[in-house]
Protein backbone atom coordinates (compact mmCIF):
# COMPACT_ATOMS: atom_id res chain seq x y z
CA UNK A 1 0.00 0.00 0.00
CA UNK A 2 1.01 3.61 -0.57
CA UNK A 3 -0.18 6.74 1.40
CA UNK A 4 0.76 10.29 0.54
CA UNK A 5 -0.19 12.63 2.34
CA UNK A 6 1.08 16.13 3.58
CA UNK A 7 -1.79 18.51 0.94
CA UNK A 8 -3.45 21.27 2.14
CA UNK A 9 -3.88 24.81 1.17
CA UNK A 10 -1.01 27.35 0.45
CA UNK A 11 -0.52 30.60 -1.32
CA UNK A 12 1.44 31.14 -3.81
CA UNK A 13 4.91 31.14 -3.06
CA UNK A 14 4.53 28.92 -0.47
CA UNK A 15 5.80 25.55 -0.09
CA UNK A 16 4.50 22.13 0.84
CA UNK A 17 6.01 18.94 1.63
CA UNK A 18 4.33 15.86 0.47
CA UNK A 19 4.88 12.24 2.05
CA UNK A 20 4.17 9.28 0.90
CA UNK A 21 4.03 5.70 3.16
CA UNK A 22 4.61 2.73 1.61
CA UNK A 23 3.64 -0.97 3.46
CA UNK A 24 3.29 -4.55 2.84
CA UNK A 25 5.52 -4.83 0.21
CA UNK A 26 9.61 -4.63 0.01
CA UNK A 27 9.96 -0.68 -0.15
CA UNK A 28 13.63 -0.70 -1.08
CA UNK A 29 13.36 -3.01 -4.21
CA UNK A 30 10.85 0.15 -6.03
CA UNK A 31 11.43 2.92 -7.66
CA UNK A 32 8.41 5.51 -6.49
CA UNK A 33 6.64 8.03 -9.09
CA UNK A 34 4.53 11.19 -7.61
CA UNK A 35 1.98 11.94 -10.31
CA UNK A 36 -0.66 15.40 -10.14
CA UNK A 37 -3.93 15.31 -11.49
CA UNK A 38 -6.12 18.69 -11.75
CA UNK A 39 -9.86 18.95 -12.28
CA UNK A 40 -10.61 17.93 -16.02
CA UNK A 41 -7.42 16.88 -16.80
CA UNK A 42 -5.71 13.98 -17.18
CA UNK A 43 -2.76 12.67 -14.71
CA UNK A 44 0.58 13.94 -15.31
CA UNK A 45 3.92 12.70 -14.08
CA UNK A 46 5.53 14.99 -11.80
CA UNK A 47 9.06 13.19 -10.64
CA UNK A 48 10.16 9.94 -10.47
CA UNK A 49 13.02 8.73 -7.53
CA UNK A 50 14.84 5.04 -8.06
CA UNK A 51 15.75 3.28 -5.09
CA UNK A 52 18.81 4.40 -4.59
CA UNK A 53 17.86 7.90 -5.30
CA UNK A 54 20.80 7.66 -7.72
CA UNK A 55 18.48 8.34 -10.42
CA UNK A 56 15.50 11.15 -10.66
CA UNK A 57 13.43 12.80 -13.17
CA UNK A 58 11.38 16.24 -12.77
CA UNK A 59 8.57 17.79 -15.00
CA UNK A 60 9.65 20.16 -17.09
CA UNK A 61 6.89 22.55 -15.23
CA UNK A 62 8.46 21.70 -11.45
CA UNK A 63 12.14 21.38 -11.99
CA UNK A 64 14.06 23.86 -10.04
CA UNK A 65 10.90 24.18 -7.32
CA UNK A 66 10.30 20.76 -6.30
CA UNK A 67 12.72 17.99 -5.05
CA UNK A 68 11.73 14.24 -4.59
CA UNK A 69 14.19 12.34 -1.59
CA UNK A 70 13.19 9.10 0.01
CA UNK A 71 14.22 7.27 3.47
CA UNK A 72 14.39 4.00 2.60
CA UNK A 73 14.71 2.72 6.25
CA UNK A 74 11.35 5.08 7.22
CA UNK A 75 9.73 3.62 3.85
CA UNK A 76 8.94 6.80 2.89
CA UNK A 77 9.61 9.50 -0.22
CA UNK A 78 9.10 13.05 0.07
CA UNK A 79 8.35 15.40 -2.26
CA UNK A 80 9.11 18.83 -1.37
CA UNK A 81 7.50 21.49 -3.26
CA UNK A 82 8.61 25.02 -3.25
CA UNK A 83 7.45 28.54 -5.01
CA UNK A 84 4.20 27.11 -5.56
CA UNK A 85 2.10 28.24 -8.35
CA UNK A 86 -1.47 28.70 -9.22
CA UNK A 87 -1.36 25.78 -11.88
CA UNK A 88 0.16 23.48 -8.91
CA UNK A 89 -3.20 22.85 -7.66
CA UNK A 90 -3.98 19.38 -7.94
CA UNK A 91 -4.60 15.42 -6.28
CA UNK A 92 -0.84 14.42 -5.87
CA UNK A 93 -0.93 10.28 -5.62
CA UNK A 94 2.37 8.38 -5.26
CA UNK A 95 2.74 5.20 -6.97
CA UNK A 96 5.34 2.11 -7.44
CA UNK A 97 7.27 1.21 -10.71
CA UNK A 98 7.89 -2.57 -10.89
CA UNK A 99 11.19 -3.32 -12.47
CA UNK A 100 13.95 -2.17 -13.41
CA UNK A 101 14.86 2.44 -14.06
CA UNK A 102 12.39 3.58 -16.63
CA UNK A 103 13.75 5.16 -19.61
CA UNK A 104 14.38 8.62 -19.81
CA UNK A 105 10.22 9.72 -20.83
CA UNK A 106 8.41 6.19 -19.75
CA UNK A 107 8.60 7.33 -15.58
CA UNK A 108 5.74 10.00 -16.36
CA UNK A 109 3.59 7.39 -18.11
CA UNK A 110 1.04 6.40 -15.57
CA UNK A 111 0.45 2.62 -17.05
CA UNK A 112 3.89 2.24 -16.03
CA UNK A 113 3.26 1.65 -12.74
CA UNK A 114 1.72 -1.11 -10.99
CA UNK A 115 0.14 0.20 -7.46
CA UNK A 116 -1.31 3.45 -6.57
CA UNK A 117 -2.00 5.37 -3.14
CA UNK A 118 -4.88 7.61 -2.12
CA UNK A 119 -3.93 11.10 -3.31
CA UNK A 120 -3.75 13.80 -0.85
CA UNK A 121 -5.25 17.23 -2.36
CA UNK A 122 -2.94 20.44 -2.92
CA UNK A 123 -4.74 23.85 -3.06
CA UNK A 124 -2.55 27.26 -4.00
CA UNK A 125 -4.34 30.38 -3.97
CA UNK A 126 -4.44 33.50 -2.42
Known amino acids: QLQASGGGLVQPGGSLRLSCAAS????????IGWFRQAPGKGREGVSY????????FYANSVKGRFAVSRENAKDTVYLQMNSLKVEDTADYFC?????????????????????WGQGTQVTVSS
Open 95 to 115: ARYPGSNPIAGLWAVPSQYDS
Open 24 to 31: GFSFDRYG
Open 49 to 56: ISVSGGRI
